[in-house]
């Protein structure tokens, strides 16, 4: 339907930011191995950690929504970065995870992956994204009026804050590509590009559909 089709387009719209802010975020880590695990009804390791940012860059722009399904597997997404991760060099142990959903697959609970990761080290900034609310026009001519809606209503907020406390990192909200900027410019402070990194690729969800980029450095 129309209500529909209206999200669709939304959707498509915030994964193209977070693709566009995330390439510029990669370009700048220029001394950082970064990898890419998709997430959804499962979670795989898209791109191992690699130096060759340019692949990465095009196997995110070639990610399209359902690749790994399209529910949102974040425990067993951050599951599979403690078991990339944890036998990297202590300060090379982070993961950026970005969503605009809840968990609602997997076998791994989210806080679970969070302790796990906790125990080998693993630092994650959790980033949650998606306006607050969006308006779509009203149908034939308006007749009908526009109707409100909250596209980050399925945001887990408390969930993402507490698999960044347990790990010793930060939570961010981004409701638009600007405060992603900033909130990748602030990275930038906080993880010197120095170190090694693991992103995550959030998935964007079309109606129910969570986002799940997350890059291996870790959306």
């Known amino acids: 339907d129309l209500l529909a089709a209206q999200r669709r387009l939304h ?9 566009q802010v995330s390439r510029d975020f990669i370009s700048r880590r220029t001394a950082d191995r970064i990898g890419l695990i998709l997430f959804a009804s499962a979670a795989y390791l898209h791109v191992p950690l690699t130096f060759d940012h340019a692949t990465l860059q095009q196997l995110l722009d070639e990610a399209r929504i359902g690749f790994a399904g399209r529910q949102t597997a974040i425990g067993d997404a951050l599951g599979l970065a403690v078991k990339h991760l944890r036998d990297r060099p202590e300060h090379a142990r982070v993961l950026i995870l970005i969503t605009d959903g809840a968990n609602t697959a997997g076998e791994l ?7 796990l990761a906790a125990r080998a080290g693993l630092r994650v900034y959790t980033i949650g994204v998606g306006a607050d609310s969006m308006t779509l026009p009203g149908l034939l001519g308006g007749m009908f009026g526009a109707r409100r809606l909250n596209p980050s209503a399925d ?17 961010f909200r ?5 405060e992603l900027q ?6 930038d402070r906080l993880e010197p590009v120095e170190q090694n990194a693991l ?3 959030p998935r ?8 799940a980029l997350a890059l291996t450095v870790t959306l």
Do not use: M
């Open 199 to 201: 992103y995550y690729r």
């Open 155 to 171: 945001l887990d907020e408390n969930t993402l804050r507490r698999i960044a406390e347990l790990t010793g990192g930060q939570y």
């Open 11 to 19: 959707e498509a719209d915030r994964l193209a930011v977070v693709r």
């Open 109 to 115: 609970p989210p806080l679970q992956a969070a302790e």
């Open 182 to 187: 900033r909130i990748y410019t602030e990275l």
């Open 174 to 178: 981004a409701r638009d590509g600007d």
């Open 204 to 211: 964007v969800s079309l109606a129910h559909w969570p986002l």
